[in-house]
């Protein structure tokens, strides 16, 4: 790969959990990604300065840090543990992407009808995440042998390699299968958006700045909608309570129903039934809510 130093490069993961995602969220914010076969290494995007690299997600701490790529996708939990591993800051992590959520968790046999966190001490535990275990282990006072493996950690207690795993559970599906359950949690993560800690020069600064508004956008727009309803004025107090993270709303008078008004608002959380069903007993009513194509705040 040689990368055109006139365009930004972003790595992504090329085919695996996060790839999907990684790809929509660049879609939302405006670009227009050339068709590539699947094979192909990267992507330019036709109408924004910026090339995709599809790599393995593991190495995508390693791209962002070194500066080959200015920005990246990936899991915190590959983020931290690589992270963990530096000496001094390279990479930061820059807005939390709301998919490819999962947790690492320690299980043990679902045999074990009773656990305490300092039954780990002295046992094997069997982890991709060495690190980021150790950390736990440390903070907890515990020591314990870190075996690590690069995958098929759920299958170690069967093998007779650790009593203990330490691995990314979404469902809880696979710890099942094989005979185990969760007894504590290391890690929440989610995919996040990740930029480089080397200087970026002067233009190329402009796009990411121009990029990431677009992407902070595209977060703030998921989970937004736009709320407008009917209510009387007296009632306003505790309907602006219900509204979920609405800043401000608008009201304006309702002409030929004194005494009312039309109320609108941005609301940056979820909209549920419930809310609904809450607004209408505080009073409102012909309430509205509509999704939000683009913002930007
Ligand atoms: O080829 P490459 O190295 O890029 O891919 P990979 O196989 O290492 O990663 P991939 O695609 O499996 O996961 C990419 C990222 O998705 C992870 O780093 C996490 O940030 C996130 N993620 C979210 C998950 C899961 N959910 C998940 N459930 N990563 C892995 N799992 C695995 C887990 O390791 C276990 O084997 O799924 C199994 C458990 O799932 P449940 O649903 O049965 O609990
Ligand atoms: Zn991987």
């Known amino acids: 790969m040689s990368p055109d130093r006139n365009r930004l490069h972003m790595a992504i993961q090329k085919s695996g959990r996060l790839s999907d995602q990684s790809r929509q969220l660049l879609k939302d914010a405006g670009l227009r990604l050339a068709q590539g076969g699947k094979n192909n290494l990267s992507a330019r995007a036709e109408n924004f300065p910026l090339d995709l690299m599809f790599v393995r997600d593991d190495d995508i ?69 060495p690190r980021l275990l150790a950390r736990f282990l440390d903070n907890n006072g515990i ?44 890690f929440d993560s989610e995919a996040v958006l ?43 107090p505790a309907i602006t309570e219900i509204l979920p993270g609405a800043e401000a709303p608008t009201v304006v008078p309702l002409i030929g129903r004194p005494g009312h008004v039309a109320v609108q608002a941005v609301c940056q959380e979820s909209v549920f039934w419930e809310t609904l069903e809450k607004l209408k007993r505080a009073g409102a009513s012909a309430i509205l809510v509509m999704p939000i194509e683009k913002m930007m705040m």
């Open 194 to 236: 990740v930029r480089t800690l080397k200087p970026v020069d002067g233009p190329h600064s402009e796009k990411v700045a121009a990029l990431l508004t677009r992407i902070d956008g595209v977060i703030a727009t998921a989970e937004s909608k736009y709320i407008v309803l009917n209510a009387p004025e007296e009632a306003l």
């Open 143 to 186: 020591e314990a042998d870190i075996v690590t493996m690069r995958g098929a950690v759920e299958l170690a207690p069967r093998l007779g390699i650790a009593r203990f795993i330490c691995d990314l559970v979404s469902t809880g599906a696979t710890l099942e299968a094989n005979g185990l359950a969760p007894v504590a949690d290391v």
């Open 61 to 129: 701490p390693t791209f962002v840090a070194d500066g080959v790529c200015e920005l990246g996708v990936v899991g915190q939990n590959v983020l931290e543990e690589y992270t963990l591993g530096l000496t001094e800051p390279r990479i930061e992590e820059v807005a939390r992407l709301g998919f490819g959520k999962c947790s690492l968790k320690i299980a043990a046999p679902d045999s074990l009808t009773y656990f305490n966190l300092k039954m780990l001490a002295g046992q094997r535990i069997a982890t991709s995440y």
